[in-house]
């Protein structure tokens, strides 16, 4: 094929591709087609799915707390070494930390450490903590 022939080629579909989206949008054929609320929860039924309103419970999502924040207010600090190995994920290390008493919540460290993408940046060894650490501190502590 020759470089006129791709040419008038090209040109075609494009006249073509124009002329089917002149009579689309110009017909007002694409109006409406986008369903409510209503419509969609009826259509959904019909096909046998169930809709529910959303639950209090399913409303609450973890949310990090502030960085700075100090994490557990006590008088006297504890510290804990913690032997970061291969493969661990963040949401051991959350409960490690957790069940040492260093960290009030598993879940909302554990969102600040993928929220802020710490949890791909967690070094392997042994690192002192304590609990007055804010979750920056610890995700420094962490990471380097």
Not at 32 to 41: D, I, L, V
Not at 78 to 91: F, G, L, Q, R
Not at 112 to 120: E, I, L, V
């Amino acid at each position: 094929m020759n470089k006129a022939r791709l040419q008038g080629l090209s040109a075609g579909i494009i006249f073509t591709t124009t002329i089917f989206a002149a009579f689309y949008y110009g017909t007002d054929k694409f109006e409406g087609t986008t369903p409510t609320a209503e419509e969609a929860k009826e259509l959904l039924v019909k096909k046998g799915f169930v809709v529910t309103l959303p639950t209090e419970e399913a409303k609450k999502t973890v949310q990090p707390k502030d960085p700075d924040k100090v994490i557990m207010e006590k008088e006297e600090a504890s510290t804990y070494t913690i032997k970061v190995k291969t493969n661990m994920t963040t949401a051991e290390i959350a409960d490690l930390l957790s069940k040492e008493k260093i960290i009030d919540d598993a879940a909302e460290f554990e969102a600040y450490m993928n929220d802020r993408d710490f949890s791909k940046k967690i070094q392997i060894g042994e690192f002192v903590v304590t609990n007055n650490m804010t979750y920056r501190q610890l995700a420094n502590t962490l990471t380097h």
